[in-house]
């Protein structure tokens, strides 16, 4: 069973800058792929970006494209999502996934783990 905790969020600015951290324990973490995903009150939880299990392969979301980055370090067992040139609507909780495969996904059912989230907020 791995367990994930996510870090890193809080309040920025517009334009500001932010790096989320998902440390990962408890499983074969190097095998799997990962994803970030963002989560609005009253929304359906949204694909952000995806990682495979040695990074070789990425994946963004349209809206975040260009200023977000994805990467993991599997020597720490830990994964990142690097958000830069924030917007407001990038206000939601963070949460990071990990499937057990080594491919990446964007659809959130095909993740087998969750982090419990991080709130970030971006005011204008």
């Known amino acids: 069973q791995v367990q994930l905790v996510e870090s890193g969020g809080g309040l920025v600015q517009a334009g500001d800058s932010l790096t989320l951290s998902c440390a990962a324990s408890?499983?074969?973490?190097?095998?799997?792929?990962m994803g970030w995903f963002r989560q609005v009150p009253g929304h359906e939880r949204e694909f952000v970006a995806a990682?495979?299990?040695?990074?070789?392969?990425?994946h963004y979301a349209d809206s975040v494209k260009g200023r977000f980055t994805i990467s993991r370090d599997n020597a720490k067992n830990t994964g990142y999502l690097q958000m830069s040139s924030l917007k407001p609507e990038d206000t939601a909780v963070y949460y990071c996934?990990?499937?057990?495969?080594?491919?990446?996904?964007?659809?959130?059912?095909?993740?087998?783990?969750w982090g419990q989230g991080t709130q970030v907020t971006v005011s204008s």
């Open positions: 996934a990990a499937r057990r495969v080594s491919a990446l996904g964007v659809a959130a059912d095909l993740y087998d783990y």
């Open positions: 408890g499983g074969t973490f190097v095998a799997y792929a």
């Open positions: 990682i495979s299990w040695r990074g070789a392969v990425v």
